[in-house]
């Protein structure tokens, strides 16, 4: 016993490792000191007196006093099992483990499962067997065995009852396992479906963070606008002083001086009558207008679907006849039978105020920048600095919480137009520019050249530095000058195949960049203009109706038509380069980068999509067929970076994302 003892002791000065307590070793050669006490208490007993137990209990007692033994004891009693298991793990297994480890917070709080199945059950029915791929992974089975399921049995034979049994058993859990793809398919669907809501809403958040970004860029670009203005006049003021100072300084002339000698009078009756007209500076009806360029671009439509609406404007009572914008979200002008003009804040869907001056309806009008240009059945054109209106952007809602709104806002389209604030376009008249004895039916600015076409059957040129006509063009006259020069009919004058109607304009529209201008008149003819010349260098001809709308870029020209079809021309060679045909005349077009759109005698605007090569509609004729409205027919466009304008013949006016 006692060698027993001996060759079982635990010795405490053991280097700590394989002969510690803690080691696989000395937790062995403790657990046989236990068993054989224990063997001892339970055992038949051969020592009556019991020495035998007090002795083992001894050895037991005189180790746990020890104290590195009580050490480890107590490092393993606050050691958990998992921390001894993970001890014996190799490098490789605890690296994985960490990898993939999960903080006990995250366990806490995980998602309910719904799902009907277990984990086993899913693998089960999406592992491959009855594919090409599955085949691979099934146990080789042998030949004498796959001649045995193949040999002929007799019907009535239990081996054949047995052999349907078993193929029913295998169509009854494949179709088993199919029912568990399906529902774990379905259960998929609906997870992306809530993802899909979840980030639905994300979107509609982030997007109102958006607008309402831009809403305070607006009313910075107003405050910047007002400030610079400020700023101008303030210039303004102290130039004049500085001139009186300059002239007070400037000693007086002498009677004798102011009186006209005969040489004087012979000098200045010798003088042409052109240089005796008085100059555009010494004319005091006439401003000198500024451009002024935005200094930021509105991106909220881009991110509409194409196709819906952002606004609804009722805005006139009458046939919308003109409207242009400057920019998304902007500043817009329309006019109409009803002999109103009127300025529009696009982003909160106001009114600025009206526009008095013409004496008849406004048949042409553009907007660039802050500069507007219209063109009038009085034969008259009117420049406009639109800068110089007096609007609050923020509308009669910014600090008043608790009272009436003013009515500026047209938020019901079935409401009537409210008159805008009276006063409020007082300072936006430039100058008039009055050469033409007809009314004007189109007119293009860029920069300081105008040029405008009338039904007095002439073009004419404008300097808009001078305020005054610089050049003349008879379209009759051109056109047969080139069908002299050039030996052809092509240039003449000629009558379209259908009849003429009363709504088609002698000039229906034109364009000019710089000294290039083209234009597009009831005979059909686009013709292209040098305005150094004023000849026509080249003719169009293609249509058969009266040309009502064009665009050019610097490759290609886009014309609509009476005749019910747009054309899009080869500027480098002259030829139709493309032609689409509707089913009623063409009344307005307007192309950006992406998209022509047109008003072709619909509810809807016509959308052809030059990247995607397809014709699509936009409009209220689309989204209020379920309502059960009947929209009124689209008579002009204007579209701008996919912001698309629209107006109606019942006065209304819709912004559209396209």
């Given at each position: 016993m006692a060698?027993?003892?001996?060759?079982?002791?635990?010795?405490?000065?053991a280097p700590v490792g394989e002969d510690s307590i803690l080691s696989s070793r000395g937790i062995e050669a403790f657990t046989r000191k236990v068993t054989t006490t224990a063997?001892?208490?339970?055992?038949?007993?051969?020592?009556?007196?019991?020495?035998?137990?007090?002795?083992?209990?001894?050895?037991?007692?005189?180790?746990?006093?020890?104290?590195?033994?009580?050490?480890?004891?107590?490092?393993?009693?606050?050691?958990?099992?998992?921390?001894?298991?993970?001890?014996?793990?190799?490098?490789?297994?605890?690296?994985?483990?960490?990898?993939?480890?999960?903080?006990?917070?995250?366990?806490?709080?995980?998602?309910?499962?719904?799902?009907?199945?277990?984990?086993?059950?899913?693998?089960?029915?999406?592992?491959?067997?009855?594919?090409?791929?599955?085949?691979?992974?099934?146990?080789?089975?042998?030949?004498?065995?796959?001649?045995?399921?193949?040999?002929?049995?007799?019907?009535?034979?239990?081996?054949?009852?047995?052999?349907?049994?078993?193929?029913?058993?295998?169509?009854?859990h494949e179709l088993e396992m199919l029912g568990i793809r399906k529902n774990m398919a379905s259960s998929e669907i609906h997870e992306i479906d809530n993802k899909i809501a979840n980030l639905a809403g994300m979107r509609r958040i982030i997007l109102e963070r958006l607008a309402g970004l831009e809403q305070e860029e607006a009313l910075l670009e107003h405050d910047i606008v007002d400030m610079e203005g400020r700023i101008d006049d303030a210039q303004a003021l102290v130039d004049e002083a500085e001139s009186i100072a300059a002239a007070a300084d400037t000693p007086n002339k002498s009677d004798d001086d102011d009186l006209v000698t005969d040489q004087d009078a012979d000098e200045f009756m010798s003088k042409s009558i052109y240089e005796k007209l008085p100059s555009a500076s010494s004319t005091p009806s006439k401003r000198r207008h500024k451009t002024m360029k935005r200094?930021?671009?509105?991106?909220?439509?881009?991110?509409?679907?194409?196709?819906?609406?952002?606004?609804?404007?009722?805005?006139?009572?009458?046939?919308?006849?003109?409207?242009?914008?400057?920019?998304?979200?902007?500043?817009?002008?329309s006019a109409s039978l009803d002999d109103a003009v009127k300025v529009w804040d696009l982003n909160a869907g106001r009114c600025i105020g009206l526009l008095e001056g013409h004496t008849a309806s406004v048949r042409a009008l553009q907007v660039e920048d802050n500069i507007l240009a219209t063109g009038s059945m009085d034969a008259t054109i009117r420049l406009w600095d639109l800068s110089r209106a007096h609007y609050d952007p923020q509308g009669s809602q910014f600090g008043r919480d608790d009272e009436d709104d003013d009515g500026m806002a047209f938020e019901n389209p079935d409401d009537q137009p409210v008159d805008p604030p009276e006063g409020s376009m007082a300072d936006c008249p430039l100058f008039t520019l009055e050469s033409h004895v007809d009314e004007i039916t189109a007119l293009h600015f860029r920069g300081d050249v105008l040029v405008s076409g009338s039904a007095d059957k002439t073009l004419r040129q404008w300097d808009l530095v001078k305020g005054r006509c610089v050049q003349t063009l008879d379209v009759m006259w051109a056109a047969a000058q080139a069908s002299v020069s050039i030996g052809t009919g092509e240039g003449t004058w000629r009558q379209t195949n259908r009849p003429a109607t009363k709504s088609a304009d002698f000039v229906g529209s034109l364009q000019v960049f710089e000294s290039a201008l083209a234009c597009g008149t009831a005979d059909g003819m686009v013709r292209l203009w040098d305005l150094r010349s004023g000849q026509v260098h080249r003719s169009l001809v293609g249509h058969t109706g009266p040309v009502t709308c064009l665009q050019f870029d610097d490759v290609h020209l886009v014309t609509g038509s009476l005749d019910r079809s747009i054309r899009i021309w080869d500027l480098r060679t002259g030829s139709i380069f493309d032609a689409y045909a509707y089913d009623n005349p063409v009344t307005s077009m307007m192309f950006d980068s992406r998209r022509i759109v047109s008003a072709a005698g619909e509810d809807v605007v016509k959308v052809y999509d030059k990247m995607e090569s397809r014709q699509w509609d936009c409009g209220a004729g689309i989204t209020e067929t379920d309502t059960g409205r009947t929209p009124a027919i689209v008579e002009r466009v204007r579209i701008k970076d996919g912001y698309l304008v629209e107006g109606r013949r019942d006065g209304i006016i819709g912004a559209w994302a396209c």
């Open positions: 060698d027993s003892d001996a060759n079982n002791a635990i010795h405490d000065d063997s001892h208490l339970v055992g038949p007993s051969s020592d009556p007196s019991g020495n035998h137990y007090h002795n083992a209990m001894a050895q037991v007692h005189k180790q746990l006093r020890k104290p590195g033994i009580q050490r480890g004891m107590f490092t393993m009693a606050r050691t958990t099992p998992t921390d001894l298991v993970r001890s014996k793990f190799s490098t490789a297994e605890i690296q994985s483990r960490a990898l993939s480890y999960l903080p006990d917070e995250m366990l806490k709080h995980l998602p309910e499962n719904d799902n009907a199945y277990s984990l086993f059950q899913g693998f089960q029915a999406t592992f491959p067997e009855l594919t090409h791929d599955g085949k691979k992974h099934r146990r080789r089975v042998s030949r004498g065995r796959k001649m045995l399921d193949e040999s002929p049995t007799a019907p009535d034979s239990p081996h054949h009852l047995h052999k349907l049994k078993k193929e029913r058993s295998s169509l009854m200094k930021s671009m509105p991106i909220l439509h881009e991110h509409f679907e194409p196709g819906s609406m952002i606004r609804e404007i009722k805005a006139h009572a009458d046939n919308i006849t003109a409207l242009d914008f400057d920019v998304p979200f902007g500043t817009m002008v």
